[in-house]
């Protein structure tokens, strides 16, 4: 009467359905999270994301020794991490949440037939990592929706499963060995503003958003000074924090901001039944195949400026260094910067995703990959010649100055919106500037972009 379940991007205690289904009939349980060495080998255990799954360890490990358990962490395969686990503790099931990248599939076929043969049967549990099954909607005659639109009309119409309580006990068996538990403090290379993770600090920061930012999100989420989004990200991609949950509280919370806010999350569902259905668009061009991009030798110079947030474009260079320094940055400022490296520098949309999921705490392969693609014009937009103009958008978007001021101490003592164009500044006060000149014309890439797109 043993289960294992074996935790990945669902970090959490509450609402966990693969938990919940484990302790029925009050079975013993291991849970497990397994440091899957595939993913340290392809570069995805960025500094940043490890930091923070550091944190959400230990939190978890801290709530299950309060129910009277522990979790149990090992690291290698996780296949055979997940059967060897299952033999010591002669457990006759294992749980897990569904998931959708080429990565996750894998490990699950793989784990099914191990498990398989060993007699253990494995339940694989939806709506843990989203609130609407990837592949629950589907328009007629096909596997997923590749416009969003129509696919929130359905996701709003669809009913969710109710919110499961955190479990009140959980019993693990004995001698069920575990690595020590990482910390954040043995992880080098962490930006010095990251976020805490964990479920606590991830419930605590829900509660804080409901009863406060969430109200004026409509108004106020794409001001980038404001910062009056949410930042929940990084717990919905560690899975501290249920989709399903969120959906069910903003809703209850009611009013504009908690409908707005309601439909981002809904984007991320429909980012994530695209890859399941379509997991090459990891890498691949999604819809329109677009092989213009200069090639990355000849921009590496322009590509590095953008990095290290030096492209002489404020805004963008505010957006970066923020992203540098706290391993997030808003969404409009990702946009800013996506838009600024494929549609201005003119750089293949997988150079910008790989540098962000170096850097992002929340980064995600569904939300980066398919967020880069739509930007690259190469995704699910519906309007791929979309460019942005980053200075009508800076003035737009920050318009006293302030996120760019904050971010980029050089143009400090600008006042007001004179700091997006700096290079407008003349004589001794341009001269005395220490910031560099725009990289490149803005207008040029605009149009270098728009011929190329003609072409294809
Ligand atoms: P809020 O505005 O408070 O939104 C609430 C939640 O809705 C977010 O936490 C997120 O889960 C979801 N959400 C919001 N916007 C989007 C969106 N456009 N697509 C999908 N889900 C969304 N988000 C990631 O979680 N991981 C990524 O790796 C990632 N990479 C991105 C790359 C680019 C180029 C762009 C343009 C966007 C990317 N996003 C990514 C989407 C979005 O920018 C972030 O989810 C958002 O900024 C997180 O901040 P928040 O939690 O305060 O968001």
């Given at each position: 009467n043993v289960s294992v379940v074996l935790l990945t991007s669902d970090l959490r205690l509450h609402d966990h359905p693969p938990l919940r289904a484990a302790l029925g009939g009050s079975r013993q349980v291991v849970p497990l999270f397994v440091r899957d060495r595939d993913v340290?080998?392809?570069?995805?255990?960025?500094?940043?994301?490890?930091?923070?799954?550091?944190?959400?360890?230990?939190?978890?490990?801290?709530?299950?020794?309060?129910?009277?358990?522990?979790?149990?962490?090992?690291?290698?395969?996780?296949?055979?991490?997940?059967?060897?686990?299952?033999?010591?503790?002669?457990?006759?099931?294992?749980?897990?949440?569904?998931?959708?990248?080429?990565?996750?599939?894998?490990?699950?076929?793989?784990?099914?037939?191990?498990?398989?043969?060993?007699?253990?049967?494995?339940?694989?549990?939806?709506?843990?990592?989203?609130?609407?099954?990837?592949?629950?909607?589907?328009?007629?005659?096909?596997?997923?929706?590749?416009?969003?639109?129509?696919?929130?009309?359905?996701?709003?119409?669809?009913?969710?499963?109710?919110?499961?309580?955190?479990?009140e006990a959980v019993r693990v068996p004995e001698g069920v060995g575990s690595e020590e538990l990482p910390s954040r403090a043995g992880v080098a290379g962490v930006s010095p503003g990251l976020a805490r993770g964990g479920e606590a600090e991830g419930r605590r920061r829900l509660a804080a958003w409901l009863r406060g930012g969430i109200t004026a999100y409509d108004k106020g989420h794409d001001d980038l000074a404001g910062d009056a989004t949410s930042r929940l990200s990084p717990h919905l991609h560690f899975g501290t924090l249920a989709p399903v949950e969120l959906v069910h509280r903003a809703r209850a919370a009611g009013g504009p901001g908690a409908e707005a806010f309601v439909r981002q999350l809904a984007w991320r569902d429909f980012h994530r039944q695209v890859l399941r259905a379509r997991p090459d668009a990891a890498h691949a061009d999604y819809r329109t195949r677009h092989d213009h991009w200069r090639p990355e030798r000849e921009a590496e110079e322009e590509i590095r400026a953008w990095r290290e947030g030096r492209t002489g474009c404020p805004v963008v260079d505010a957006a970066m260094r923020q992203l540098r320094h706290e391993g997030w940055t808003h969404n409009r400022g990702r946009l800013l910067a996506a838009s600024f490296l494929t549609k201005t520098l003119y750089v293949d949309w997988r150079v910008g995703a790989r540098i962000f999921l170096d850097l992002l705490v929340d980064g995600d392969v569904a939300n980066n990959q398919l967020n880069w693609q739509w930007m690259a014009g190469t995704g699910t937009d519906t309007r791929p010649n979309r460019v942005l103009n980053p200075v009508a958008q800076a003035r737009r978007y920050d318009p006293d100055g302030a996120f760019v001021r904050r971010w980029v101490p050089e143009l400090g003592h600008l006042t007001g919106p004179q700091v997006h164009e700096p290079w407008k500044l003349r004589g001794p006060e341009r001269a005395a500037l220490d910031y560099p000149d725009p990289i490149v014309d803005l207008s040029d890439g605009l149009a270098r972009f728009r011929a190329a797109r003609k072409r294809t």
């Amino acid at each position: 009467n043993v289960s294992v379940v074996l935790l990945t991007s669902d970090l959490r205690l509450h609402d966990h359905p693969p938990l919940r289904a484990a302790l029925g009939g009050s079975r013993q349980v291991v849970p497990l999270f397994v440091r899957d060495r595939d993913v340290d080998r392809t570069g995805f255990a960025a500094a940043n994301r490890l930091a923070f799954l550091a944190d959400c360890l230990r939190d978890l490990d801290a709530g299950l020794r309060e129910r009277g358990g522990r979790l149990v962490v090992r690291s290698g395969d996780p296949v055979e991490q997940v059967c060897g686990v299952a033999a010591e503790a002669e457990a006759d099931e294992v749980h897990m949440a569904a998931d959708v990248s080429a990565h996750a599939i894998r490990r699950e076929e793989r784990l099914r037939r191990a498990l398989e043969a060993e007699g253990v049967r494995l339940h694989v549990h939806d709506t843990v990592t989203t609130a609407v099954a990837p592949g629950a909607l589907t328009p007629a005659a096909k596997d997923h929706f590749a416009v969003f639109t129509p696919y929130f009309r359905h996701w709003a119409r669809q009913p969710l499963r109710g919110v499961l309580d955190a479990p009140e006990a959980v019993r693990v068996p004995e001698g069920v060995g575990s690595e020590e538990l990482p910390s954040r403090a043995g992880v080098a290379g962490v930006s010095p503003g990251l976020a805490r993770g964990g479920e606590a600090e991830g419930r605590r920061r829900l509660a804080a958003w409901l009863r406060g930012g969430i109200t004026a999100y409509d108004k106020g989420h794409d001001d980038l000074a404001g910062d009056a989004t949410s930042r929940l990200s990084p717990h919905l991609h560690f899975g501290t924090l249920a989709p399903v949950e969120l959906v069910h509280r903003a809703r209850a919370a009611g009013g504009p901001g908690a409908e707005a806010f309601v439909r981002q999350l809904a984007w991320r569902d429909f980012h994530r039944q695209v890859l399941r259905a379509r997991p090459d668009a990891a890498h691949a061009d999604y819809r329109t195949r677009h092989d213009h991009w200069r090639p990355e030798r000849e921009a590496e110079e322009e590509i590095r400026a953008w990095r290290e947030g030096r492209t002489g474009c404020p805004v963008v260079d505010a957006a970066m260094r923020q992203l540098r320094h706290e391993g997030w940055t808003h969404n409009r400022g990702r946009l800013l910067a996506a838009s600024f490296l494929t549609k201005t520098l003119y750089v293949d949309w997988r150079v910008g995703a790989r540098i962000f999921l170096d850097l992002l705490v929340d980064g995600d392969v569904a939300n980066n990959q398919l967020n880069w693609q739509w930007m690259a014009g190469t995704g699910t937009d519906t309007r791929p010649n979309r460019v942005l103009n980053p200075v009508a958008q800076a003035r737009r978007y920050d318009p006293d100055g302030a996120f760019v001021r904050r971010w980029v101490p050089e143009l400090g003592h600008l006042t007001g919106p004179q700091v997006h164009e700096p290079w407008k500044l003349r004589g001794p006060e341009r001269a005395a500037l220490d910031y560099p000149d725009p990289i490149v014309d803005l207008s040029d890439g605009l149009a270098r972009f728009r011929a190329a797109r003609k072409r294809t």
